[in-house]
């Protein structure tokens, strides 16, 4: 008897939201997909994104220092730093390649 009860409430509960919900309220997000049909769903081209990386490297007389970036100007400093934190005092790095 109670799962008489149970079937029929759920039965009276689907019937009530399907009467309530519209055709368009089920639709996917069309950042990600288009809907082809009713049931088929269609994964839109992906976006291509470009990224400019430069790598820089430094030189001493004993050491030596690269580094890559997004940014010409944070490659070459990265790449001096790491060159002068393996450079004893008094000496200097020098910016050997940039690409």
Known sequence: MAK???TAAL???????????SPDAARLDPGVFSAGGWDTP????ARVI??????????????????TAAYLAVARQG?????AARTPRGFLCRITRCH
């Open 4 to 6: 008489m009860v149970l």
């Open 11 to 21: 039965a009276a509960l689907a019937a009530a939201t399907s009467a309530q919900a």
């Open 42 to 45: 269609t994964l839109q081209p």
């Open 50 to 67: 470009r990224v400019h990386v430069y790598t820089c490297t430094a030189r001493s007389r004993f050491a030596y220092g690269y580094w």
């Open 79 to 83: 790449a001096l730093v790491q060159c």
